[in-house]
């Protein structure tokens, strides 16, 4: 996907990207743990419920430790009230340049 360079370049294609690698990831986790196992032993595999608790118990666990890092992290911007810009003059407008991004990333 990402040899795309519509993908590349636009924030939803990067996290359609993105999404697709973990679900790659946890399939793959699947496919060893429960089909590998499942041939191995040559019976089904049913997880038992206190299993079932343990992950989500590690799921809860990463969403509080986010929860608590935005809290106390100053990991998104936090909102400022607006600032009254003052009118610029001709010349000044002519002198500021754009800083550009992501100019290679089509390369």
């Known amino acids: 996907m990402l040899s795309f360079k519509k993908i590349r370049l636009s924030p939803g294609g990067l996290y359609l990207a993105s999404v697709f690698a973990v679900l790659g990831f946890i399939t793959n986790r699947l496919n060893i743990a429960l089909i590998g196992f499942e041939t191995y032993v040559g019976h089904h595999y049913t997880p038992k419920w206190t299993e079932f608790s343990v992950t ?6 990463g969403f509080a430790l986010f929860g608590l890092a935005v809290k ?33 990333a089509g390369d």
């Open 72 to 104: 106390y992290l100053p990991i998104f911007p936090e909102a400022h009230a607006p600032v009254k810009e003052r009118i610029r003059t001709p010349a000044e407008i002519g002198s500021m340049r754009a800083a550009p991004v992501l100019h290679n």
């Open 56 to 61: 989500l118990m590690i799921i809860a666990a």
